[in-house]
């Protein structure tokens, strides 16, 4: 038996999506509903996500605040919006972290390094612990070489977007794991 008395097969599988290149285009530094352009076809692929039984949480490096192009109120807004959108096409965002910090910041309070910066796995881990998941039944999909690495240092599996988007990686696997 797993922590909380459930059996470990009993948990449910979980997608970790990076933003930026995975969910939204990927147009550098996006921070506002007027830069944010949906992938093609992901809102489904999301929903889908949900409608199989996984558990789904966004991981985002976001050095746009660090470099003072929005602020982490700008981010909150905008992923509000995206989380919303999400819900409105049958899909659900289970929860989500990211990481205002970049070691060559303009705006001081987030310069340096960080943990849950990608590669790093922090933002992995701590929805690992704080959902209590399996990282046998977890798998991450990125676009950058930093989301895989993360994804490995986290112990779980790590699949590259690019140029292949997600809902077609989805398509061809039929499946999410």
Request: hydrophobic share 35%; with cysteine.
């Amino acid at each position: 038996m797993a922590e909380n008395n459930v059996p470990k097969r009993l948990r449910r599988p979980s997608v970790f999506l990076d933003r930026d290149g995975v969910i939204n285009r990927d147009h550098g530094w996006v921070g506002t509903r007027e830069r944010f352009e949906w992938e093609p076809d992901v809102l489904e692929t999301i929903a889908q996500m949900t409608d199989s039984g996984h558990h789904v949480f966004i991981v985002t490096n976001q050095s746009g605040v660090a470099r003072g192009l929005y602020t982490e109120d700008d981010l909150k807004q905008l992923m509000d919006w995206v989380i919303e959108t999400i819900r409105e096409h049958g899909g659900t965002v289970d929860d989500w972290r990211y990481c205002p910090m970049h070691p060559e910041a303009v705006v001081e309070q987030y310069r340096g390094q960080s943990p849950d910066r990608k590669p790093a796995p922090g933002m992995i881990l701590d929805l690992i612990t704080r959902w209590e998941l399996d990282p046998a039944r977890c798998v991450m999909f990125g676009d950058q070489p930093t989301d895989i690495q993360a994804a490995d240092a986290a112990g779980i599996k790590g699949i590259r977007v690019g140029p292949s988007t997600l809902a077609e990686l989805a398509s061809h696997r039929g499946s999410f794991q």
